[in-house]
């Protein structure tokens, strides 16, 4: 159904958003929650056009949040943990849009509904039409993960205090582990942004960051990485494997490091090359941060 919108449709919707990134330093009321990647999806919240353009581009929270969102992807791909981006869709039929027209307008033309370029989805099966403030609502969310049998979501994108604390409560009704990345949501203000994660942490899910989530990750990401230069199943390397016994030569532990790097993973080459073991590098020697 085709309908004709008004010049001012989305007026609600504020603009030129810039705030300071909020430095999360708060508790959570669960302290036991983990990722591993074999049971976690990453879901990349409404990162479209026409929600990205209400931020001024080059300026805080927006600049960090994407920098952010886009290593948690690299991530997240190279450990196989599924990559999943909700979208709203276009030029809305007001009847379907319902009650959000009341609060925010028309919504997005349909010309600006794309994922932006710095997170774009590597095929068209990763995103899901969204309709709702929740990610569960009205689409196969909560299949993809009881499908392949994961528990645990960690929710990125925009905005905090509405459909990523949505779908954090959601995950929690449906038994899903929640986990929302303090450096990798943005809002409307600071003020909302600490908000929404002061809520999500006393009452239905984690609040992370994106170095927390590479602490995690960094001991499967080294395995990964160094079976693909080795050209061996993950499953041959173990965190106390020592990868030159394994054969991983001078030149492919330069490649690694690089690699590593690129995923917030940074060892030293000079402690890779002495003959340690994966644990003790990530133990003594590694630190862990945005993408180099």
């Known amino acids: 159904m085709s309908t004709t919108l008004p010049e001012e449709a989305n007026l609600e919707i ?3 958003i810039s705030y300071a990134l ?25 990162m479209q ?28 791909r190279s450990l196989g943990v599924p ?30 509904t794309d994922i932006v370029d710095a997170l774009a989805p590597t095929d068209a099966s990763e995103v899901m039409r969204k309709w709702r403030y929740s990610a569960f ?19 990125t994108g925009i905005y905090a205090n509405i459909g990523c604390m949505a779908t954090a409560l ?16 943005a809002d409307f203000t600071a003020d909302d942004h600490e908000r929404a994660l002061e809520w999500v942490s006393a009452r239905c899910g ?6 927390d989530l590479s602490s ?16 061996v199943p993950p499953e041959e390397i173990g965190l106390d494997s020592d990868l030159n016994d394994l054969g991983l030569d001078s030149m492919r532990f330069i490649q690694l490091s690089m690699n590593l790097k690129r995923r917030g993973v940074n060892l030293p080459f000079e402690k890779m090359v002495n003959g340690n073991t994966i644990s003790s590098w990530l133990a003594d020697g590694t630190t862990v941060g945005g993408p180099r």
């Open 14 to 16: 504020p603009g030129e």
């Open 22 to 46: 909020p430095q999360w330093n708060g508790d959570n009321r669960v302290d036991d929650w983990t990722v591993p990647p074999d049971r976690t999806v990453l879901l990349v919240h409404d």
């Open 49 to 76: 056009e026409h929600f990205v353009g209400k931020y001024e581009a080059e300026a805080e929270p927006i600049s960090t949040v994407q920098k952010n969102i886009a290593t948690l992807i690299a991530s997240a």
């Open 83 to 112: 990559v999943v981006y909700s979208a709203q869709p276009g030029d809305q039929d007001p009847q379907e849009r319902a009650l959000l027209t009341d609060f925010w307008g028309y919504g997005p033309r349909t010309e600006n």
């Open 137 to 155: 609502q009205r689409t196969d969310l909560l299949e993809r993960l009881r499908s392949t049998g994961r528990d645990r979501l960690v929710i």
């Open 170 to 185: 959601e995950a929690f009704m449906s038994d899903i582990q929640a986990f929302i990345v303090s450096d990798a949501v």
């Open 206 to 211: 984690v609040v992370s960051t994106t170095e």
């Open 216 to 231: 995690q990750w960094a001991g499967p990401m080294v395995v990964h990485e160094a079976a693909a230069l080795l050209e």
